[in-house]
């Protein structure tokens, strides 16, 4: 039996859970990591496909622009950024925009051999995920830090979704690794 593909959002978040500041700055994000890197590595073994809103697709596009180490998109990986606009006539190398139905992509995507899809974010695509079912699993690390306002983890709306927590780590310098499952 093949084994489903799960879609995980795997995030940071401030200790009030926000993303990024309101006009996206990740600047708290910035501090000592411990070694392991909060498990990214070995998390990232696990995925071969990444999902990207168009926002969160557009600050790692300049973050790129500006030589941030790191902030190329893997061309190992297959990376699917959701825009609700007309698809882009060119793509930055490794990337496919998608704007088909959520559902529809994400029944064709599991249905295809492969690792774990990790849904890097925004809060809007991953709301538009999670509202059509189709999110598994959320692997939240909460960063020690108030930011007072900014971009929540999730884009509002009324919904109550239950988790069941796997795991919780906690880290020497204070972060907190959140690890759920979406009860279906």
Request: proline share 7%.
């Amino acid at each position: 039996m093949v084994r489903k593909r799960k879609i995980i959002v795997q995030i940071a978040t401030s200790a009030d859970g926000f993303i990024a500041r309101t006009d996206g700055a990740v600047d708290w994000l910035d501090r000592p990591t411990p070694k392991g890197h909060y498990g990214m590595g070995a998390f990232y073994k696990s995925i071969d496909t990444i999902l990207w809103g168009r926002k969160t697709c557009d600050m790692a596009l300049d973050f790129q622009k500006k030589g941030v180490p790191g902030s190329a998109f893997d061309t190992k990986v297959k990376n699917y950024v959701f825009t609700r606009g007309p698809l882009p006539s060119t793509a930055p190398a490794g990337v496919e925009f998608a704007n088909e139905p959520i559902k529809a992509f994400a029944t064709r995507l599991r249905k295809q051999k492969g690792k774990d899809i990790w849904m890097m974010g925004g809060a809007a695509i991953i709301a538009s995920f999670l509202d059509a079912g189709e999110i598994d699993e959320f692997m939240i690390h909460v960063i020690p830090t108030f930011i007072g306002e900014g971009i929540p983890l999730i884009a509002p709306s009324r919904r109550t979704v239950p988790l069941k927590l796997i795991s919780c780590t906690k880290f020497p310098d204070g972060v907190v690794g959140l690890h759920y499952i979406v009860r279906k």
